[in-house]
């Protein structure tokens, strides 16, 4: 049985998920209805290594993402309507409408906007972890990346660099099996991609990354960590991604058993089960937590819909960001 406090967070991980999985859903069905321009890189089954690393940050800690940043940015905190509205290419979008899909991100709730090049975000959340500890505070950055980005060399200089300098960077590998359609057994020898942080000597775990429980008590560890100057972790969160890489992908490369046994273990399903197992909340109190998190997207569909569209002179706007971080 767990206290209210306890109870009341993980029902907050549950909506934070659902929201992030919905609000994919509906992003994939507007996608395909033809009304929404450019891309998607979806994340859904990987709801709970976004919410589990991002739930307890401070606003003034910050977030690097990927091509995949969705799910990151609404654990951090970007709102949904801002989210949509970038979607739709409107002048309210979190970047203006000019970022789209690959770039979201809300500087001033810590979510640097997503950068798309496989391993770009690493020495930017190096910088900023560097800024953090020449400015003497204590907030901490957390780098997402993929397995794709193990092999790219700027993974390499970025966990030195964070190593040496003792920097408050937390790196959240999303370790979903794929780069592309390429499966992780093709492109590295090693099970285990944690291990690589021994070359650093840098600490680090692997993690169930569909359990957000877990996720969120690794994150806690290695936030302490850097919050307290003892330098950067690696975690290692082993997930799956339900989506294709991007849009129209089948996913034929994939084998059907490991979709079946991965499927299975959905963090959604998992969340659920903990909290009508705990007692943290009933069936119906997770209805309503659903009904609310249903009417928030709709709303923000239209908002993005009745969103104007960037005019020509707002290119020159927003090109840098002069606040410093
Ligand atoms: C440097 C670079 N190379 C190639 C690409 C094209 N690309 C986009 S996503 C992707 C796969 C990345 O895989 P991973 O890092 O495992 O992330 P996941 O898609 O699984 O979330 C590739 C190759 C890119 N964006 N940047
Ligand atoms: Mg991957």
Not at 217 to 237: D, I, K
Request: with cysteine; proline share 3%.
């Amino acid at each position: 049985m767990l206290d209210k406090t306890e109870s009341k967070k993980i029902l907050g991980l549950y909506e934070k998920m659902f929201l992030i999985r919905k609000y994919e859903e509906k992003i994939y069905f507007l996608f395909l209805e033809g009304i929404m321009p450019g891309t998607i890189h979806q994340a859904q089954g990987q709801e709970a290594t976004a919410v589990g690393m991002l739930f307890d940050l401070r606003k003034e800690d910050y977030m690097t993402s990927t091509h995949r940043p969705a799910g990151h940015c609404l654990a951090k905190g970007v709102s949904v309507n801002s989210m949509m509205a970038e979607m739709f290419a409107k002048r309210d979008g979190c970047c203006r409408g000019k970022g789209g899909a690959m770039h979201t991100g809300d500087i001033s709730v810590g979510a640097i906007p997503a950068i798309a090049i496989v391993g770009g975000g690493m020495p930017v959340a190096v910088g900023i972890g560097l800024s953090c500890k020449m400015r003497k505070t204590d907030n901490v950055v957390v780098c997402f990346l993929g397995d794709g980005a193990t092999n790219e060399g700027a993974f390499h200089e970025s966990m030195n660099a964070a190593a040496i300098w003792n920097l408050p960077v937390i790196f959240a590998c999303e370790n979903n099996l794929y780069g592309a359609s390429t499966h992780i057994s093709k492109v590295t020898k090693i099970k285990d991609l944690a291990v690589r942080a021994d070359a650093y000597g840098m600490p680090w775990e692997i993690v169930d990354g569909n359990d957000v429980i877990k996720v969120n008590e690794a994150a806690s560890r290695a936030v302490g960590r850097a919050r307290t100057g003892a330098g950067p972790t690696f975690l290692e969160l082993k997930t799956y991604r339900r989506s294709g890489h991007s849009r129209n992908d089948a996913c034929g490369y994939r084998d059907k058993q490991e979709e079946k046994e991965w499927f299975e273990k959905d963090p959604l399903t998992i969340c659920r089960k903990y909290i009508l197992d705990l007692e943290a909340g009933s069936i119906e109190d997770l209805e309503l937590i659903e009904k609310k998190v249903l009417e928030q997207i709709e709303n923000a569909v239209e908002f993005a819909k009745s969103s104007p569209s960037p005019q020509p002179a707002d290119a020159l706007t927003n090109v840098y960001f002069e606040g410093g971080i």
